[in-house]
């Protein structure tokens, strides 16, 4: 369990999920149909905001409880955004971009999906994204194609 030692980070975090999409149907819309289709107010009506965290030992007690984000990917999209940030293109604050995606085919996901959504995680929360890239990127992505 978490102690009042525990190191805070810079600003809370908020994990955000998606409901599964149908996959079967979008495999037979054409790509400009598909990117339609994922950018749609239908899907932006599925995400549910989990739970948030603002202290080391919090973020890995969420992540260990949530597991590897190849188990997530599987079945819905994945996002840890800056708690004051609802993860769609009509918050405010990504009209400029914002967040930091990762997209893999839900039926190749490995270990690579893991160690990938771990290392970008971490990135996130600590802060420490390539060339200042911290200050531009306020939440990661982790979906299915």
């Given at each position: 369990m978490c102690d009042q030692d525990d190191p805070p980070l810079h600003r809370s975090w908020s994990i955000w999920v998606t409901t599964p999409l149908n996959h079967s149907t979008l495999k037979t819309l054409t790509a400009k149909e598909r990117a339609a289709e994922a950018t749609s107010k239908a899907v932006a009506d599925t995400l549910t905001k989990e739970i948030?965290?603002?202290?080391v030992c919090k973020f890995w007690s969420i992540y260990n409880a949530y597991g590897n984000g190849s188990g997530v990917?599987?079945?819905?999209?994945l996002y840890i955004f800056a708690d004051e940030i609802k993860p769609s293109w009509e918050d405010p604050a990504n009209l400029s971009g914002g967040r930091w995606s990762m997209s893999y085919n839900s039926d190749e996901v490995s270990d690579l999906v893991?160690?990938?959504w771990m290392e970008?995680?971490?990135h996130l929360i600590g802060e420490t994204f390539y060339r200042n890239?911290?200050?531009?990127v306020v939440?990661?992505?982790l979906t299915p194609k």
């Open positions: 948030s965290f603002d202290t990917v599987k079945n819905a999209a893991d160690t990938d970008s995680c971490l890239l911290s200050d531009q939440g990661i992505a």
